[in-house]
């Protein structure tokens, strides 16, 4: 990627005026991130019986599990994944049906299990020591569920529609569906983790039971391209202990002979020193004329190519400009490449009207 190319000239009319900036948050290599992890199996002391979940207990620094077979979420050591003793019974409350997905509230802190049962969806909300606080019926079925970035409202995938929704700490159904993209079929989605980049919701890690395999999207429910294959089929529940620490339960319905098992994928190389360099020769905030400004960014050693979003909106949930594979062979015109920035000029197609806009780039390696 040091190699120099030729740039091809290009006059740009002054259409209007408009401002755009660009958010200055910490970027990270994609490619390590997604493509690099190091997984560890660990028995978790289960033989007989089927993961439905993880979680964990940012508060403290614990593991929660949930089974299938037992109706019961138990709690584990997070450096020896051995249970702790503590253990919360569903049965009085589920009517032997059995819990879907588990999640941790750190607000209230809860453990939420979701179940269904025909039409009905509910969330029980239990305290650790097993006593069920609130229950209320979800819009629809929950296959998995995780927060938001501040925890006002909860990102539920649904099996069925092969989408993501929203939903208040209530169950309130909040309107918008989020189609997962690229999906077969034979496909569905059975477990859901948002990942978080300094605070701002970034993908969805999504387990798809029939690829055997944790599949990534972005937030408009387009698919990376970028998934993680776990070391062994069943791939449930999953949940992020930290930004580059993602949980995965492994489910053993068509085997009980397997020993249920917790992975962990830990993200290697993480770059934090990809940043924003200029924009039209012009500083973070910079007031332009131009409707197809020239966005420089420093180069990612090793990064095959780039993905450029820009939104008005500070969240990026519905951006103006997504464009991926960014690299001078396939925008010859547009960009251009040295050993320390990337230059890129955005297409006509992507003119921007006057606004106020926010940016973020990831690298692939």
């Known amino acids: 990627m040091t190699t120099k190319y030729k740039k091809l000239k290009k006059t740009f009319a002054v259409l209007f005026f408009f401002f755009l900036s660009l958010t200055l948050i910490t970027y990270v290599n994609a490619g390590s991130v997604f493509d690099t992890y190091t997984m560890t199996w660990t028995d978790t002391g289960d033989v007989d019986n089927t ?16 089974n299938h077979d037992t109706k019961t979420v138990y709690e584990v050591d997070k450096d020896t994944y051995i249970a702790t003793g503590k253990e919360i019974d569903l049965t ?14 750190p607000i209230c802190d809860t453990i939420m299990c979701c179940y269904t049962e025909g039409s009905l969806h509910e969330v029980l909300n239990y305290t650790k020591d097993g006593v069920l606080q609130n229950k209320y019926t ?24 092969r989408s993501v929704y929203k939903m208040k ?16 079929g034979s496909e569905y989605p059975d477990g859901l983790a948002v990942h978080n980049t300094d605070g701002v919701e970034d993908y969805f890690f999504v387990s798809i039971n029939v690829r055997e395999k944790i599949s990534i999207f972005n937030m408009d429910g387009s698919y990376t391209g970028t998934y993680l294959t776990p070391s062994e089929t069943g791939v449930e529940g999953l949940d992020f202990m930290s930004e580059t620490i993602l949980l995965h339960a ?3 319905h068509h085997d009980d002979t397997v020993t249920n098992r917790l992975e962990v994928f830990t993200a290697t190389n993480i770059t934090t020193s990809f940043e924003f360099l200029s924009i039209n020769d012009g500083v973070n905030g910079t007031t332009i004329y131009d409707n197809t400004p020239t ?20 969240d990026f949930s519905s951006p103006e400009v997504n464009i991926t594979n960014i690299n001078p062979y396939v925008f010859e015109s547009e960009c251009s490449v040295n050993s320390t920035r990337v230059s890129f000029t955005i297409p006509n197609d992507y003119a921007l009207n006057k606004d106020y806009y926010y940016m973020k780039v990831r690298a692939y390696a």
């Not at 309130?172 to 077969?184: K, M, Q, W």
């Not at 420089?296 to 050693?301: Q, R």
């Open 51 to 66: 993961t439905c979940g993880v979680c964990y207990d940012s508060v403290n620094d614990t593991i929660w599990l949930g």
């Open 92 to 105: 009085p409350d589920v009517a032997g049906k059995s819990p879907q997905s588990i999640l941790y509230d």
């Open 138 to 161: 979800a819009p629809r079925r929950i296959d998995g569920f995780s927060f938001n970035d501040d925890y006002s409202f909860i990102y539920y995938v649904n099996k069925e529609s």
């Open 169 to 184: 700490r209530d169950g309130t159904d909040i309107s918008g569906t989020i189609s997962l993209s690229g999906l077969s």
């Open 250 to 252: 492994k489910d053993d």
């Open 295 to 314: 966005i420089n960014w420093s180069v990612v050693n090793d990064a095959e190519h780039y993905q450029l979003l820009i939104d008005n909106n500070a």
